[in-house]
C-alpha cells in the first residue's frame, strides 16, 4: 500500500548485497529481517513483529542489536531522521458495537437510538485527551468508521465504530483501555444501550535507545555528511517493531522521501503519495555504513552502553 514497503524492500536487499560484497571485511554477522504487518496485523489474525518473536526470527544467533527504519516525506530524499527516547506512538485499535432498540422514524420514544448514541460516545471520547490527561502527555482518540442503519426513515438498533488510540506516553497507555470502557459503558447506559468493545492492543512506543540512536547519527554523518542527518520530532504514527526494542536494545530511524521542487510531499498512506526513488541510494549507504560500522564495534564513535536484554 502507499507507504513506501517497496522502497523498505528495496534498501533492504541493496543492503544485503552491499554486505555480502564486504563480508570478508566485516567484525561480525548481520541479520535481515524483512518486516510484514508492522502497523498490526488483519483484526482477528497474528502477524507483525510479535509472531515474528514467537516464531524465532530473533534466535540463532541472537543480535546484539537491532535498527529499521522507514520511508518518511516529511524529510527530503537523500536525508535521514533519528532520536534517542520516544519516537512512534504506542496504538490501539477498537470495535466498539452499540445495541440500542429499532423503531420507526416517527416514533423515537419507543426505541433506543444507537446512531444517537454512537454519536455522544464519539464526542464523550475526546473528553479522556482534553480533560483527563495531563496536557503535557500526548493522547489522540480518533473514531475512523462509523456504520449503522439500514433505511432513513428507521431507527437503527446498532451502530457498529472502529478506529484507534495513540500515545506517547507508557503510563497513559497503560491506563487509557479502563478509561476507554468507562466512558462507553456510562454514555450507554445512560441511554438504555447495551455494548460490546474489542480493544486490541498493536503497538508500544517505539523507544530508541540512547547510545544506539548516537551511534547511528554519527555513523550517518560519516557516510551521509551532517547536513543530512537531522533529528526527529516524536510522530504518533505507531509501528510494531516496539516488539523488537522489548527484546534487545534498537534504534529506529526515518528515511526521507520527500523531493519538494517536484511537490512531491504528501504523506504516506494518502492517494497521492509519492516518494523519491533517489532515496534508495540514501537509504543503502546509511544502512550497509551503519551495520558494518556497528560490527566493527567502533567506540571511539560514540559510546555505547552494555546492551541489556529483558527477561523472555
Not at 523498505?8 to 554486505?19: Q, R, S
Not at 503519495?273 to 556497528?294: C, H, K, Q
Request: aromatic share 8%; with cysteine; net charge negative.
Amino acid at each position: 500500500h502507499a507507504c513506501g514497503h517497496d522502497i523498505h524492500t528495496t534498501v533492504g536487499l541493496g543492503t544485503a548485497e552491499v554486505l555480502m560484497k564486504l563480508k570478508d571485511q566485516l567484525h561480525g554477522t548481520v541479520k535481515f529481517i524483512f518486516h510484514p504487518a508492522e502497523e498490526g496485523p488483519p483484526v482477528g489474525e497474528d502477524g507483525g513483529a510479535k509472531m515474528m518473536i514467537d516464531e524465532g526470527v530473533l534466535e540463532n544467533p541472537m543480535p546484539e542489536a537491532i535498527f529499521g527504519l522507514h520511508v518518511m516525506p516529511t524529510f527530503e530524499a537523500g536525508d535521514v531522521s533519528v532520536r534517542p527516547g520516544g519516537l512512534m506512538a504506542a496504538g490501539d485499535r477498537f470495535t466498539l458495537t452499540i445495541y440500542g432498540r429499532m423503531t420507526h422514524g416517527s416514533a423515537p420514544q419507543d426505541g433506543i437510538d444507537a446512531v444517537y448514541v454512537a454519536s455522544q460516545v464519539v464526542t464523550a471520547l475526546q473528553s479522556l485527551a482534553s480533560r483527563e490527561v495531563d496536557a503535557r502527555k500526548s493522547l489522540v482518540v480518533s473514531v475512523g468508521t462509523i456504520n449503522a442503519g439500514s433505511r432513513w426513515n428507521i431507527i437503527a438498533d446498532t451502530a457498529v465504530l472502529t478506529g484507534t488510540v495513540r500515545t506517547l506516553d507508557a503510563e497513559t497507555w497503560t491506563e487509557i483501555p479502563e478509561r476507554f470502557e468507562r466512558v462507553v459503558a456510562g454514555i450507554c447506559k445512560a441511554h438504555g444501550a447495551t455494548y460490546e468493545l474489542d480493544y486490541e492492543r498493536i503497538a508500544p512506543v517505539v523507544d530508541n535507545d540512547e547510545g544506539l540512536s548516537a551511534f547511528a547519527e554519527a555513523s550517518f554523518s560519516q557516510s551521509l555528511g551532517s547536513r543530512h542527518v537531522l533529528r526527529a520530532d516524536p510522530i504518533m504514527a505507531a509501528e510494531d517493531f516496539a516488539y523488537f526494542q522489548q527484546q534487545l536494545p534498537g534504534a529506529y530511524f526515518f528515511l526521507g522521501v520527500a523531493n519538494t521542487a517536484e511537490g512531491w510531499t504528501d504523506y504516506v498512506h494518502t492517494p497521492t503519495f509519492r516518494p523519491d526513488e533517489s532515496a534508495i541510494v540514501t537509504g543503502v549507504t546509511a544502512a550497509a555504513s551503519l551495520l558494518a560500522d556497528f560490527t566493527a564495534k567502533d567506540l571511539s564513535l560514540i559510546h555505547i552502553s552494555e546492551p541489556t536484554r529483558p527477561k523472555r
